[in-house]
């Protein structure tokens, strides 16, 4: 868990609920460097929402530049996830589009 990650998130994270608990989920696995590979269905568990409604916020996230998801590992849904922290830094409570 990175400390510096889940701060800057609850500062300058999106302001939707449901993009920043997702974020937040990820933020809270990742190592200092934003780095982690959770599988969806931890993912949509931390973030108290189902594996449908994950993979739309993630795609938001993705698409508002506040996350980079990497390729797939394995016969698992495990991707490589990235928050990216120059976003978080600049986002100051941006809006992620639906």
């Not at 698409?63 to 830094?89: C, H, M, P, Q, W």
């Amino acid at each position: 868990m990175s400390i510096q990650i889940m701060s800057q998130v609850w500062q300058n994270g999106p302001r939707e609920p449901q993009n920043l608990l997702v974020l937040l989920a990820l933020a809270d696995m990742a190592d200092d460097h934003g780095f982690c590979t959770p599988s969806l269905h931890l993912i949509a568990a931390k973030s108290r929402c189902n594996v449908k409604t994950l993979r739309h916020v993630l795609g938001l996230l993705r698409s508002a530049g506040f996350v980079e998801i990497g390729t797939r590992e394995g016969d698992l849904e495990v991707n490589k996830y990235r928050v990216r922290i120059k976003a978080l830094n600049s986002a100051k409570g941006l809006e992620v589009q639906s």
